[in-house]
């Protein structure tokens, strides 16, 4: 029997159109797999480029740390309502590009969870390919206190 996962909206308080994580696949304490496939009509793709479409580097960032943060909530690593802003990007690399159409596979790892911050390391591949990768740090916090 297959695992059942909550949705990325009831895991996450990013909406549309800054939500960017369409299922999870797999989740643990130690990892997180998701996916997310990128349509034509995502709002960056009419500047980034208007002839050549093109996922910006950052967007591929924030979809890492959202698939690690739905990770967290739902294994209850952290609770419900946790809300946890980026605090630092480190190692960001950019391999391949990502398109139109594309479905990406995010596998996010946990490499240091707390009650107020979390480390993380992942990758994002198309079709096999890395596309992304990169190691960061959230700062968690409960949504009615301000960072």
């Known amino acids: 029997m297959q695992e059942q996962f909550e949705t990325p909206e009831?895991?996450?308080p990013h909406r549309?159109?800054?939500l960017f994580l369409d299922e999870l696949i797999e989740a643990d304490e130690k990892h997180t797999v998701a996916k997310r496939v990128?349509?034509?009509d995502h709002f960056f793709f009419k500047g980034h480029f208007p002839s050549y479409p093109v996922v910006p580097g950052v967007i591929l960032v924030?979809?890492?740390a959202q698939c690690g943060g739905?990770?967290?909530i739902q294994t209850g690593i952290l609770?419900?309502?946790a809300f946890f802003?980026?605090?630092s990007i480190e190692k960001a690399k950019f391999r391949n590009q990502v398109r139109p159409g594309d479905c990406a596979i995010i596998d996010v790892h946990n490499v240091r969870v707390s009650k107020i911050m979390v480390r993380q390391k992942g990758t994002i591949t198309?079709?096999?390919n890395v596309a992304a990768e990169a190691s960061w740090m959230c700062i968690v916090n409960s949504q009615q206190e301000r960072i």
């Open 85 to 87: 802003v980026l605090a």
């Open 70 to 72: 739905a990770g967290l």
């Open 62 to 64: 924030e979809t890492l």
């Open 38 to 40: 990128f349509t034509e």
């Open 126 to 128: 198309i079709n096999g």
């Open 79 to 81: 609770p419900h309502g």
């Open 16 to 18: 549309d159109p800054f």
């Open 10 to 12: 009831a895991l996450l």
